[in-house]
């Protein structure tokens, strides 16, 4: 009997042994990798989920594919100079972020403006002023930009955040964005993006078909949502505009003075402005929706929130907020007049002037019958909150 008790007993602690030791084995953690991110990228590269840091102006070169694992963050020091992540015509960038663990680029001081953000360059067409069909990028990298292929590919940035962008670059005339899109095609995938406190706008298309989906604009200091050059994106749904402290336009829209014949569609819209919210010094610009220069488009289910008047201060003028403001001529002519804008299903509160009005007051805004209308239903965007979407432990999706 004692020998039969022995067996069962070794064999027992055998058992034991040998799950503790397999247990052992799958808790093992892989610690997040670390590295240096500078100078133009040559070959395909990609970066295990890790603590990263990127220094200088790093460009992804064309045929080139850079991948971030999910949950990576990629910091920046402004004091290091210029930075900004760009990717040239004919790269791609992958960002596979998912809801829990996201793809951060941030900034080590945490002010907005301290870096260039993500600029990416595609080779669909863009119509820039005067009719042409290329132009040069005002981001300080002076790159030429507008292409022949619709469908061009630059990779696919998903649930991906930048924080802190707007920084000038070189001798740029005119401050970066959180993300900035020149003529990026529809083959590139943008989704559940979010730029959070940059100096500038921010999201920013320079002609393209790339399509947005699941943004969030957060405590941006000029525009929420902003593109000219012709961009015609028309698959964009579920955009969330939160402008607080300082903020100009929700959406700025224009078309670079070209009449166009195609224009953007844009489904499921919230822009929200936070009381005590005040325009960019000498800008006044305290609308919801803005078009200029031709900009058109058709927007639906809206939610519309404090865009009230705006008084600076030591002054008598009082600059009036509105749900859409028509700011030249020419687009009420030939965008409003002749059905090109419409605005369907808002929802508006805290918001001065509840129907379009002129930017100047040598016109009248009328829209046609039907395409400028009002609803006490409309929901905008629908956003689930996660990690992707929270800063700081706010959750930006409210």
């Known amino acids: 009997m004692k020998t039969k008790f022995f067996a069962l007993a070794l064999a027992t602690s055998l058992f034991l042994n040998s799950c503790s030791s397999s247990d052992d084995d799958n808790n093992t953690v892989t610690p997040p990798a670390t590295g240096e991110i500078t100078g133009t990228i040559t070959a395909n590269k990609t970066f295990a989920y890790g603590n990263y840091t990127l220094k200088g102006i790093v460009k992804i070169n064309d045929g080139v594919t850079v991948t971030f694992d999910a949950g990576s963050t990629i910091t920046i020091d402004k004091a290091t100079g210029d930075n900004a992540l760009v990717v040239l015509k004919g790269g791609k960038l992958i960002t596979n972020g998912t809801a829990d663990k996201p793809v951060v680029f941030t900034e080590k001081s945490k002010v907005p403006g301290s870096w260039g953000g993500i600029i990416v360059y595609g080779n669909a067409p863009a119509l820039i002023a005067g009719g042409l069909t290329t132009g040069t990028s005002e981001d300080g990298n002076k790159i030429t930009y507008g292409g022949t292929n619709p469908t061009d590919n630059s990779g696919s940035l998903v649930y991906t955040r930048v924080e802190y962008a707007g920084s000038k670059l070189a001798d740029g005339n005119k401050e970066n964005n959180g993300f900035t899109f020149y003529s990026v095609g529809s083959g590139t995938k943008l989704d559940h993006l979010v730029s959070y406190k940059g100096a500038d706008d921010g999201y920013e298309f320079f002609g393209g078909t790339v399509s947005l989906t699941n943004a969030i604009s957060y405590g941006n200091t000029d525009d929420s949502f902003d593109w000219q050059d012709g961009w015609q994106g028309t698959a964009n749904t579920n955009w969330y505009a939160y402008q607080t402290g300082k903020g100009n336009y929700g959406m700025e829209i224009e078309a670079s003075a070209n009449d166009n014949a195609f224009g953007p569609k844009v489904s499921n819209i919230t822009l929200k402005r936070a009381t005590?919210?005040?325009?960019?010094?000498?800008?006044?610009?305290?609308?919801?929706?803005?078009?200029?220069?031709?900009?058109?488009?058709?927007?639906?289910?809206i939610v519309i929130d404090g865009y009230g008047n705006f008084t600076p201060p030591n002054s008598t003028t009082t600059y009036h907020g509105s749900v859409v403001s028509i700011l030249d001529a020419a687009t009420n002519t030939h965008q409003v007049n002749t059905g090109k804008i419409k605005i369907l299903n808002v929802k508006i509160s805290n918001t001065t002037n509840v129907t379009p009005i002129a930017g100047i007051p040598d016109f009248t805004v009328t829209f046609p019958a039907g395409n400028f209308t009002t609803s006490a239903t409309a929901t905008g965007a629908s956003l689930t909150a996660g990690a992707w979407a929270t800063v700081d432990g706010v959750d930006l999706t409210k």
């Not at 803005?290 to 289910?301: H, I, L, V």
Request: without cysteine.
């Open 276 to 301: 005590g919210t005040i325009p960019e010094l000498s800008d006044n610009q305290v609308d919801a929706f803005q078009f200029k220069r031709e900009g058109n488009g058709e927007y639906s289910n």
